[in-house]
């Protein structure tokens, strides 16, 4: 125990005497939805108290400490229960609140660079997502946010979103190669455990408690579909024609299923069929069904480049994304005029004001 409190007293003073450094979490938070934000962030409305402790001016605009304390309270629950001596806990509410700080700092800086934007429309778009929140709110919640509190945080949520959109922050590209290059460095961990097929099917839905009248249609309907593609009509048009499943929209793809992934009677046939084959009726609970089975993929098979391709661009942005953020933010951070007033955590006082040298 002792030695994991060292650890983290000596990483936690190691961070933060980087403080332009913004932390990884700054990119979660700035990109949050909306919506997200109003029900997960403690706003203050008509019962603000007046008295407010400044910490810091962001080219002249004020952030006060009562805007870190949630950010705060979160990391201090995070480190609870270690243990920590009172010299320790001290540590690491400083270091909570100089990294909430830091967090203000950038986002605010983001809020700046979006509102010097041209958007089109901007007063209409953060309009409707404020009329969208609200009415997803429940009653007990509008009691607690003011139609001005929302208002404000959409529109900061918008611009801060929007400047990190216009510098390819929010879901940065990742190039093709780079994408290509790191599937083929790890592609031996996607080695499938076990037989798939990549199936097509038509749905005919058909209510559990359907009257035999309407088992029949439904029977009747799912003949007629197969007739069509025996006597030579394209699979995915007799899709488009007749299924009722969501997966109409895509011709029917369900993609590579697993067994036990559809219902036994929809996986017994699934996974006796040959690539290009078409089932014969298939019931379930769901209804009645045709099957075209596409390929399949044995056990043991790597999976391809095509199927994983999308998983890990998204992971690569991500992972860009944690560094881009804040490598911009303390780029943007060094341009600007930024005054941190020194806070006895203690008596709760600011002092006098220190000023970042601009660049």
Do not use: C, W
């Not at 997200?36 to 400044?54: F, L």
Request: aromatic share 8%; no cysteine.
């Amino acid at each position: 125990m002792k030695n994991l409190k060292v650890l983290i007293s000596q990483n936690i003073t190691i961070l933060y005497k980087q403080p332009a450094l913004i932390p990884i979490i700054l990119a979660a938070v700035l990109t949050l939805p909306s919506h997200a934000v109003i029900a997960d962030t403690e706003i203050k409305g008509a019962q603000e108290e007046p008295a407010r402790t400044m910490v810091a001016k962001v080219n002249g605009q004020p952030i006060y400490k009562d805007q870190l304390e949630k950010r705060i309270r979160k990391s201090m629950r995070q480190v609870r229960g270690f243990g920590f001596s009172e010299k320790e806990q001290a540590l690491v509410t400083r270091a909570s609140l100089e990294q909430a700080l830091n967090e203000e700092i950038a986002a605010e800086l983001f809020y700046q660079g979006g509102q010097k934007l041209d958007i089109p429309d901007a007063d209409k778009k953060i309009a409707e997502e404020v009329a969208r929140i609200k009415a997803s709110l429940t009653d007990e919640q509008r009691k607690k946010f003011s139609d001005d509190d929302i208002h404000k945080h959409v529109k900061r949520r918008f611009y801060i979103n929007e400047y990190m959109a216009f510098n390819d922050l929010l879901n940065p590209q990742v190039p093709e190669e780079e994408v290509r290059a790191y599937y083929e460095r790890t592609k031996q961990g996607y080695v499938s455990k076990e037989v798939a097929v990549n199936v097509r099917h038509i749905l005919i839905s058909l209510d559990k408690d359907a009257s035999v009248e309407e088992q029949k249609q439904a029977r009747e309907k799912i003949e007629q579909a197969r007739k069509l593609i025996l006597d030579g009509k394209d699979f995915v048009e007799v899709v488009k024609e007749f299924s009722e499943d969501a997966s109409a929209y895509s011709g029917g793809l369900l993609g590579y299923i697993k067994p036990g992934y559809m219902p036994p009677e929809f996986d017994k046939v699934a996974f006796s069929l040959k690539p290009g084959e078409v089932s014969g009726i298939v019931k379930t609970k769901y209804g009645y069904h045709l099957l075209k089975v596409m390929d399949i993929r044995p056990k043991g098979t790597i999976k391809s480049y095509k199927a994983l391709r999308d998983f890990f661009a998204k992971y690569l942005s991500g992972e860009l994304k944690i560094k881009k953020v804040p490598a911009h933010a303390k780029q943007i951070r060094e341009q600007a005029n930024i005054e941190l007033f020194p806070l006895d955590i203690d008596n709760q006082k600011a002092t006098a004001p220190t000023q970042e040298p601009s660049a």
